[in-house]
């Protein structure tokens, strides 16, 4: 099975910091790779697909990169609404796995 | 517009069952299949398995082995998710999710389990 390491876990920044979130798959996931936000109470939502791709409606300062095993999700400038948990997925032949989360947390 | 619309809360007594429906709507139902994810409190995602709109295939994580089943219903569009021999540790949010071949963000509410004596 497929191994995603997500660093860190939490993170303190104030509004206005550019926030990166870096995660690790234990092999070649190539492009299959999505972000997700989530906050309490709330289904995950999608921020990034294919490692790269904005998904629609999702505010430009979020940003996505990597391939293979080595992937970032950059806030380039924090707001307010951005205060959450954010989970990195692989997605590989129907088959899931999920990083352990980072909880953004207000400095 | 795509909803999966899941059933309500649960509450379970160790070693019940609970079956979990996610009702689609909104997408031709055979075309994706659908993902069941958990998130026990104050804890992670976790992925139990998946299963084609299609032909009804599954894939289920190697720790749900023998103890999940998902099913389908296409003439009503919902898909299911058993859980059986329930403990304290399955006390979870239970989510259904589109899953094609791509990721598309399309998720239910989610449904509390509850598993207490």
């Known amino acids: 099975d497929i191994q995603m390491t997500q660093s860190p876990s939490t993170l303190s920044a104030s509004v206005g910091d550019r926030v990166t979130i870096t995660c690790r798959a234990s092999?070649?996931?190539?492009?299959?790779l999505a972000w997700f936000q989530q906050k309490p109470g709330k289904a995950p939502k999608l921020l990034i697909y294919?490692?790269?791709s904005l998904e629609s409606g999702v505010p430009s300062r979020f940003s996505g990169s990597g391939s293979g095993t080595e992937f970032t999700l950059t806030i380039s400038s924090l707001q307010p609404d951005d205060f959450a948990t954010y989970y990195c997925?692989?997605?590989?032949?129907?088959?899931?796995?999920f990083g352990q989360g980072t909880k953004v947390e207000i400095k | 517009q795509v909803q999966l619309v899941q059933s309500g809360a649960e509450v379970k007594k160790p070693g019940a069952s609970v079956k979990v429906s996610c009702k689609a709507s909104?997408?031709?139902?055979?075309?994706?299949?659908i993902s069941w994810v958990r998130q026990a409190p104050g804890q992670g995602l976790e992925w139990m398995g998946w299963?084609?709109?299609?032909?009804?295939?599954?894939k289920y994580a190697q720790r749900f082995q023998g103890r999940v089943t998902m099913t389908t219903d296409t003439s009503i569009n919902t898909a299911y998710m058993e859980l059986r021999s329930l403990r304290s540790g399955d006390t979870a949010v239970y989510y259904c999710?589109?899953?094609?071949?791509?990721?598309?963000?399309?998720w239910g509410q989610g449904t509390l389990v509850t598993v207490s004596s």
């Open positions: 997925q692989q997605y590989n032949t129907y088959s899931w796995t």
């Open positions: 909104g997408y031709s139902f055979t075309t994706y299949g």
């Open positions: 999710a589109r899953a094609g071949g791509a990721v598309d963000g399309f």
């Open positions: 092999q070649s996931i190539s492009s299959w």
């Open positions: 299963i084609s709109g299609y032909n009804g295939n599954t």
């Open positions: 294919e490692a790269s």
